[in-house]
């Protein structure tokens, strides 16, 4: 999947959807074509991230975007944290 910047519409990197685990980092995405750089500096957070074609983080800044990704396949939601009372059930199971 391709991650487009909301803001100009550049496509910025390649990722895998199946690795949006939360909390979000930019370690997830990879260049566009091998060979490539990476679109964000290794070890970058990801609320510092920043399209490398605008300079401008790649989700907007509208709060209401932070629940979704542009990507070549349109808004993609992304996984919701796994709560503190989830956590809690699945580290008791064994018991
Ligand atoms: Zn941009």
Redesign the pocket.
Known sequence: MILR??????A?AAFDPARLTPPLTSAVFGPLAPGFPPPFLPGTPWDEAR??????H?QGYDPAGRESLATDAGETPLPRLQTADAKRKTAKRGN
């Open positions: 910047c909301r803001l100009c519409h550049a910025i399209c490398p074609h605008c300079r401008h790649p």
